[in-house]
């Protein structure tokens, strides 16, 4: 079956504009969570959904935001983009809401900001 | 905060070369632990886990076991392949129903023939 789907996979932005990356999750999973990968930062954990809510939030400001649709597709939100803001953001998906077993992710989507 | 170190990176490795990847953790409770390894061009993979204390999980020629009193959770593999060549990473949740991981920073890894 197919796996994590993420679009785009690469996209150039400026300094102050937003971005809308987005993730469709393998069929019949329900839970969706993000991640943004650096080679500074390494890997740290953005949001996770279930069933449409937010269920948990790492430590970023404001600007990302993220949503999840009735048919488990989500996507996250950059708003007023910064230099930093480049990365790799990763979208995993689960069958279970609670973690019982592997997420699986996708390819990512590779954001630069100029 | 919960935290996982990784060592450094690259190993370079000869192909047939035994392996050893350190992760050591630091978490108020006990977490499950993971390794994901991410190939040139691909996703995270889940490469193998372990959920308590002595477990051993293991995938592929890849070992590693949960060491409660060391906070350990290093990966091992008796003979490398070149095609062994990716990025690890450890990573740890907390038994809490949530399903955020927290990684280390990752360790690359090249076998050469």
């Known amino acids: 079956k197919a796996g994590v789907t993420q679009t785009p996979r690469y996209l150039i932005k400026t300094r102050g504009q937003q971005v809308t990356l987005s993730c469709s999750p393998i069929?019949?999973?329900?839970?969706v969570s993000w991640y943004q990968q650096t080679p500074g930062q390494g890997l740290q954990f953005l949001f996770e959904?279930?069933?449409?809510?937010?269920?948990n939030k790492g430590n970023f400001p404001g600007r990302f935001s993220g949503r999840q649709f009735s048919n488990s597709r989500s996507e996250m939100n950059v708003s007023t983009l910064e230099l930093g803001d480049s990365a790799l953001y990763l979208c995993?998906?689960?069958?279970?809401?609670?973690?019982?077993?592997?997420?699986?992710f996708g390819e990512g989507s590779r954001l630069t900001v100029l | 905060g919960d935290s996982v170190t990784q060592m450094e990176g690259p190993v370079t490795l000869s192909e047939e070369a035994f392996l050893t990847i350190n992760c050591t953790y630091t978490?108020?409770?006990?977490?499950?632990l993971f390794w994901y390894v991410q190939y040139p061009g691909e996703g995270l993979q889940l490469l193998l886990k372990?959920?308590?204390?002595?477990d051993k999980g293991s995938n592929k020629g890849f070992e590693a076991t949960y060491r409660k009193e060391t906070t350990s959770f290093h990966l091992e593999k008796g003979s490398v392949q070149v095609s062994d060549s990716a990025v690890y990473f450890c990573?740890?949740?907390?038994?809490?129903?949530?399903?955020?991981?927290?990684f280390g920073t990752g360790t690359r890894l090249l076998v050469s023939p």
């Open positions: 990573a740890l949740q907390m038994n809490t129903g949530f399903q955020k991981l927290v």
């Open positions: 959904y279930f069933s449409e809510t937010q269920r």
């Open positions: 069929s019949g999973h329900r839970s």
């Open positions: 995993a998906s689960s069958f279970y809401r609670d973690f019982t077993g592997e997420l699986f």
């Open positions: 372990a959920t308590k204390a002595d």
């Open positions: 978490a108020t409770g006990y977490p499950s």
